[in-house]
């Protein structure tokens, strides 16, 4: 993306985009039960959607789209399936580099959906290629699920898996077909979610809660970090857990996730609640009104206002239709982009000192823009506060944040960020109230601190500077 569009870009999207959706099925319906699964996980992935099932024979659909762009009226048989609602953040946005990724081996075929991003793909792929495996596209997954494939024709699947564990290094949360038998796997951090469940038809694993609640399920368990788990129509069986140093992204709680999933236990509109009294405790400021930057901002702003005892109002509504990737073509339209997607409750805020409440900074440009508005249309103060610490550092294990122009916190003090985005006083949440607010301290803070809980591969780094 050149540098205007990449600008103007950032006016109508500037979140740090989710990193894909994995559902995997077992059992009657397996079609139905992951299309509703899939759409549950929308948010997660808006670029392409597929699902792969398994009836003897392998049956796969993917396409560039929405999960209600790509599956119609058609059905695909088979009691297992595995599905992926992908947004990428390694390898172009083809449909070549949608998922599932499927493979016929001397085991069988072998598929894999995956949420996260492999730090050492480059190296690996480059080594398989070198023993003369081909690939079809430049997707990570591809690159992992071949290096797996090669291990399970030695070894078996539960030593081929160990094995293949020990070379790949990075994010992954996978659901697996074997043939008719379904696999749910994590790294042995636990950067993303992965989560079991089960419903009349029969069982599964996905992402997010959400998609088991979504299909009239019950929550099982999460799978732990560094957890095989191997899943049939009656039942699971934990083959095997590597132990390690565990590090969920603190961002699945700050943003990505449904605010009604439930990870590691945790609601997630609970924590971002809590992360709003926090934000409270930490950041008092004198005012009329807490409004939420819609719809990220919501929880945290209820929470503020709950603490701080000054009402809460919504103040700003999102058209919830305007086209999230809309770009437009000058200068002068980037504001009308803004009034394209929001637009303000006058009465709410004419005249108001307005506390404004949102998740996380990324660039900044939007919140400028949105702090333009409020005072176009009467805010007498606008003071911003933040239900994340400053992010300043690349993400490598599946979040879409990777320049250093990305950050509006890189190099600026909070007070030089407040000037920039025009705000009369700016406060972010500290990371020991982050913590606080998620109840662990086994998280991932790598791009609020620069220090990573994993090497980072030199040759994963030059695409990301
Ligand atoms: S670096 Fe940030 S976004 Fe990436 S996994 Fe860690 S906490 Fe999540």
Redesign the pocket.
């Known amino acids: 993306m050149d540098s205007l569009h990449q600008e103007l870009d950032i006016t109508t999207g500037q979140k740090p985009s989710d990193e894909c959706a994995v559902v995997g099925y077992i059992g009657n319906n397996a079609y139905t039960n992951m299309v509703f699964s899939l759409k549950a996980l929308q948010h997660r992935g808006q670029e392409s959607s597929g699902i792969a099932t398994f009836d003897g024979k392998i049956h796969i659909k993917k396409g560039m789209g929405l999960v209600s762009e790509v599956f119609h009226n058609e059905f695909l048989d088979g009691k297992v399936a595995i599905g992926h609602n992908r947004y990428s953040t390694a390898g172009s946005k083809g449909v070549e580099n949608a998922g599932p990724f499927v493979i016929s081996s001397s085991t069988g075929y072998i598929g894999i959906s995956h949420n996260g991003e492999i730090t050492n793909a480059h190296c690996l792929r480059e080594k398989l290629k070198e023993k003369g495996y081909i690939f079809y596209s430049s997707s990570d997954t591809e690159v992992m699920l071949i290096e797996m494939v090669s291990e399970i024709n030695k070894y078996g699947i539960r030593d081929g898996i160990k094995k293949a564990m020990l070379k790949i290094k990075g994010?992954y949360a996978l659901a697996i077909l074997i043939n008719d038998t379904l696999y749910a796997l994590r790294d042995t951090f636990g950067?993303r979610p992965l989560i079991m469940g089960k419903n009349d038809d029969g069982y599964m694993v996905a992402s997010e809660s959400a998609a088991i609640d979504t299909v009239s399920g019950t929550i099982i368990r999460d799978v732990k970090p560094g957890e095989l788990v191997e899943i049939n129509e009656h039942g699971y069986k934990s083959i095997f857990t590597i132990n390690s140093k565990i590090a969920h992204?603190?961002?699945e709680y700050v943003y990505f996730a449904r605010p009604d999933s439930i990870i590691d236990k945790r609601e997630v509109f609970d924590v971002r609640y809590r992360i709003g009294l926090k934000l409270a405790m930490e950041n008092p400021v004198n005012a009329d009104v807490v409004v939420p930057v819609p719809d990220s901002g919501r929880s945290q702003a209820l929470g503020y206002s709950v603490y701080s005892k000054i009402p809460y109002s919504e103040g700003l509504i999102k058209n919830r239709y305007s086209d999230r990737t809309f770009i437009l073509p000058d200068q002068k339209s980037r504001y009308d982009a803004i009034k394209i997607k929001l637009n303000t409750i006058k009465s709410v805020i004419n005249g108001k000192k307005v506390v404004l409440v949102d998740d996380s900074i990324v660039r900044g440009n939007t919140m400028k823009h949105i702090i333009k508005l409020l005072r176009k249309d009467g805010a007498a103060e606008v003071h911003v506060r933040v239900g994340s610490p400053p992010i300043i550092a690349p993400?490598y294990?599946?979040?879409d944040?990777k320049t250093k122009n990305d950050f509006i916190a890189d190099s600026k003090s909070i007070d030089a960020i407040r000037k920039e985005i025009g705000a009369d006083s700016l406060g972010y949440i500290t990371i020991e109230g982050l913590k606080e607010s998620i109840g662990m301290n086994e998280l991932?803070?790598?791009?609020l601190t620069g220090i990573?809980p994993d090497d980072i591969p030199e040759g994963a780094k030059p695409n990301y500077t």
Request: glycine share 14%; net charge neutral.
């Open positions: 994010a950067f992204c603190m961002f993400c294990f599946g979040v944040m991932c803070t790598g791009c990573y």
